[in-house]
């Protein structure tokens, strides 16, 4: 069913440009926030340029820019815990992307299923 909202009515592979109205950091980045498609459990966050996303867009491999090394990764691509992308949606201000990925093994650099198994920082109780 429709929402009325173009980015729902788009189809990813017919877009001339997918990186195209996306609002950049100063350094030329957007946050990608990669999900587990079936899970919706948040497994990292990256960061992506223009290109990054055309690449991804185009191969179906999360691929990233590494503000570290100055390079692009595609995930999986040493550690073979690839990600296949299923859907990229951009959020309401133009400045996030999130990636919707159906991950192989662990998506964490430490080799943990998510980013997000660190530690505990707060919980705040319900009701």
Known sequence: MSTG???DQADPTSLTDP???LKYNADGLVCAVVQQYDTREVLMV???DAEALRRTVRTGAGTYWSRSRQEYWVKGATSGHTQRVLE??????GDAVLVLVDQTDGACHTGD???FDAGLIAR???G
């Not at 990229?88 to 201000?93: G, K, S």
């Open 5 to 7: 909202d173009p980015a």
């Open 19 to 21: 990186a195209r109205g």
């Open 46 to 48: 990256a960061w992506m």
């Open 88 to 93: 990229v949606r951009r959020d309401c201000d």
């Open 113 to 115: 299923r998510t980013c």
């Open 124 to 126: 705040m109780a319900s």
